[in-house]
């Protein structure tokens, strides 16, 4: 592991931890000895991360690293190598994040810092959702309610709001009959709730008065 056992400052890189004996004669033919150790540390393994790793639309989870094997410490980081120390400790929460995110984490033992584990979570994007009229205006004096429809692929539960004047609040089809001018808001889900999809659309319904007409 000596780039030159014969030269007075060779390079050395053992694998392992090595002492290393140094003699010198000089031209009296008089020699002297001494020693010296390199002490080579292991490496800590890269930890195992945990999590959540798909979201739609908008996510929030909490990523766990294994427990440090050396009893060193984690550090979690925005890139492979180098980057922006995020945390430290086992866990390291990523709260409402909109775009596919990787983080990595290692542990170090001083005075060594292991291999990085990457994690990635992942944002897909949630289908759109209609809905049919995409406005609607009446007279005041109108009794027939208007039909409004909202559709998406995946959807299954929908929420109307306000629900003056609205028949089915709780379903994706449901009729309006405001008597003022009304902005209506539905949010759907897939069922989901932790990691799925969900998306919202309004709707107005105009209620024009009546003229009044004054007769001389």
Known sequence: SLTSSTIFNPVASPSVTTTYTCTATNSFGCSGSGTTTLTVNPLPPAPTISGGNTFC?????????????????????????????LATGLTYSLNNITTTTTVYAEETASPCSGPRSSYTVT???PP????????ASYCSSNTNPVT??????????????PTTGLSSPSSAS??????VT???TVLAN????????A????????VNPIPAVSVA
């Open 174 to 179: 449901t009729t309006a009959l405001p008597t």
């Open 123 to 125: 944002i897909t994007t």
């Open 128 to 135: 759109a959702m209609t809905v049919t009229p995409s406005s």
């Open 199 to 206: 998306a919202t659309q309004t709707v107005v319904i105009t």
């Open 190 to 197: 897939d069922g989901n709730l932790v990691s799925g999809c």
């Open 182 to 184: 009304t902005t209506y």
């Open 148 to 161: 409004l429809l909202a559709a998406g692929t995946g959807y299954i539960n929908f929420s109307w709001s």
């Open 57 to 85: 639309g908008v996510g929030t989870t909490t990523l766990t690293s294994s427990s440090p094997v050396m009893g060193g410490t984690i550090n979690w980081y925005s890139a492979p190598t180098g980057g922006t120390l």
